[in-house]
C-alpha cells in the first residue's frame, strides 16, 4: 500500500534537515584501539573560496601591492619577515606566537576547477579533479573504522544538511544544529507512534523509517552529553560562537564523537573584499578564541585539532570591483596544543610563477588529510583515501 503523502512529507521532514527539522543519518562505533589518545578532530570549512592572499599576507613582495592596489593589506600582524597575517585574526597571531598555530601553504589539487560547487565536491568527497564520488573523506574514514553501534554520533556535524564530506557507502554521519531542539523534535508522540506503527516494503520509505527511528533514539544521548559538562564559557553571540561552545561541550563529556564538522561564509567576495573578510574573519577570530581557552580550561586542548580549509582561493590580481575572482591554491591552519611542527610550514605562494593569473599548487590536499586520518586519528588513510604519495609531520 502507497504511504499517504501527509505521513511521507512528516517523515521526509524528520529525514532531512530543515530549519526546523536537524537531518539525522546513521554512523556507528568507534573500536577502542582508537580511543586510547583520546584525540578529536575540529574540521572548520570556509565557504565560498576565501582568499588566502589577503589572510596571510607576503608582507615584502612587491607584486602583491602592485597587482591589489585597492585591496592590499597594509597593516598585516607580523609573523615572519616575510609574512603577516589579516589584522582581523589577531588570536592567530597569538597562536602563532605561542607555538599553537600550523598554517600550510599553496594546498591544492591538478588541474584545479573553479565551480564552487564542484570545487567543493572535490575537496569534501578527496577525488581527482575528473573523478566523481558520492561518498566523503571523513564518511569513508567511518566505513572503515567503525563498528558495532551503541550510540551513533562518532562524526558529528553542526549544520542543518550533512555534507558530502561525512557521507560513507555504508555509514553516515549526523548533522543537527541545536541539541536541544533536536531532542524535542524526536520526543513528539506523533512522530514516535509514527515510527513504531510502521509496516512499509519500500526500500525508500522505510530508510526514512529508519532514519526517523535513528533519531528518536539517539538524540535524547546527544542532548544528555551535551548537557553533562555544558561549557561555562563566555563566546561570541553568532552563529558560529554557539556551535562551537556546542562542540565544545560535548568534547567536555565522554561522548564518543571523533570528529566535529562546521562551516562559516560565504566568501565569494567579488565585490568589496576587505569589507566582508573582515567581518567573517572577526566572527572566526573571537569563537575560535573562546573555543581554544575553553578547551584550555577542561584540559582537552593538546588532543583536539582544527584544521580550516576552503575550497579554493583567489586570482592574484583585483578586480574592478574592490574583489577577486575564483582562484586556486589555497592556505590551510592547523590550531592545536599538540603539534609536531609549528608556523609556517612552507614557502609563501610564488607570484612571479603564476598559471594565467592563477597560483600554483604545491601541496596536495589529499597529503593533508592523509596526514591527519594516520597521525591524528590513527587510521588506514591508504585504505580509505587511496593516497599513497607521503605524509607530513605537524601532527
Not at 613582495?61 to 598585516?76: H, L
Not at 597575517?85 to 594546498?107: H, Q, R, T
Not at 596526514?371 to 593516497?387: E, F, H, M, P, Q
Amino acid at each position: 500500500m502507497l504511504i499517504k503523502r501527509r505521513e511521507f512529507l512528516t517523515i521526509s521532514s524528520l529525514a532531512t534537515a530543515s530549519l526546523m527539522v536537524p537531518n539525522f543519518l546513521k554512523s556507528m562505533t568507534f573500536p577502542e584501539a582508537l580511543d586510547k589518545e583520546n584525540r578529536i578532530l575540529v574540521v572548520l570549512q570556509l565557504s565560498g573560496g576565501n582568499d588566502g592572499l589577503n589572510t596571510i599576507i607576503p608582507t615584502r613582495n612587491d607584486i602583491y601591492f602592485r597587482e591589489r592596489e585597492m585591496i592590499s593589506i597594509k597593516d598585516a600582524l607580523k609573523l615572519t619577515d616575510e609574512a603577516g597575517i589579516n589584522p582581523s585574526l589577531s588570536y592567530f597571531k597569538e597562536l602563532f606566537d605561542n607555538g599553537e598555530l600550523a598554517v600550510l601553504n599553496n594546498v591544492g589539487y591538478p588541474n584545479p576547477d573553479k565551480s564552487h560547487f564542484r570545487s567543493m565536491d572535490i575537496w569534501q568527497s578527496a577525488s581527482k579533479s575528473d573523478e566523481f564520488l558520492n561518498t566523503g573523506w571523513v564518511g569513508r574514514y567511518l566505513d572503515e573504522a567503525c563498528y558495532n553501534c551503541d550510540h551513533p554520533t562518532q562524526a558529528l556535524e553542526i549544520d542543518d544538511m550533512l555534507s558530502l564530506a561525512l557521507k560513507g557507502k555504508e555509514k553516515k554521519a549526523f548533522a543537527f544544529k541545536d541539541p536541544k531542539r533536536l531532542n524535542q523534535t524526536s520526543q513528539e508522540k506523533y512522530f514516535k507512534s509514527l515510527y513504531e506503527n510502521h509496516h512499509h516494503e519500500d526500500e525508500t520509505v522505510e530508510y526514512l523509517y529508519q532514519t526517523m527511528g535513528s533519531t528518536i533514539n539517539n538524540a535524547g544521548y546527544i542532548f544528555e552529553k551535551s548537557k553533562a559538562k555544558a561549557s561555562t564559557a563566555v563566546y561570541p553571540n553568532t552563529a558560529l560562537g554557539k556551535d562551537f561552545k556546542n562542540i565544545a561541550s560535548l568534547i567536555n563529556s565522554d561522548i564518543n564523537t571523533k570528529v566535529y564538522y562546521l562551516s562559516v561564509g560565504s566568501f565569494d567576495t567579488h565585490v568589496n573584499q576587505n569589507q566582508r573578510q573582515a567581518q567573517l574573519f572577526t566572527e572566526i577570530n573571537d569563537a575560535v578564541k573562546a573555543f581554544v581557552e575553553d578547551l584550555k580550561s577542561s584540559g582537552r586542548y593538546k588532543d583536539t585539532l582544527l584544521m580550516t580549509f576552503s575550497e579554493f582561493g583567489r586570482r592574484v590580481s583585483q578586480n574592478a570591483s574592490k574583489g577577486t575572482d575564483h582562484g586556486t591554491a589555497n592556505q590551510m591552519f592547523f590550531v592545536s596544543g599538540g603539534l609536531k611542527k609549528k608556523g609556517i610550514l612552507n614557502q609563501l605562494p610564488d607570484l612571479e610563477k603564476l598559471n594565467d593569473g592563477d597560483l600554483i599548487y604545491t601541496e596536495d590536499f589529499r597529503k593533508v588529510y592523509a596526514t591527519v586520518l594516520k597521525n591524528w586519528l590513527n587510521a588506514d588513510s591508504s585504505k580509505i583515501l587511496g593516497w599513497k604519495n607521503g605524509i607530513y609531520d605537524f601532527v
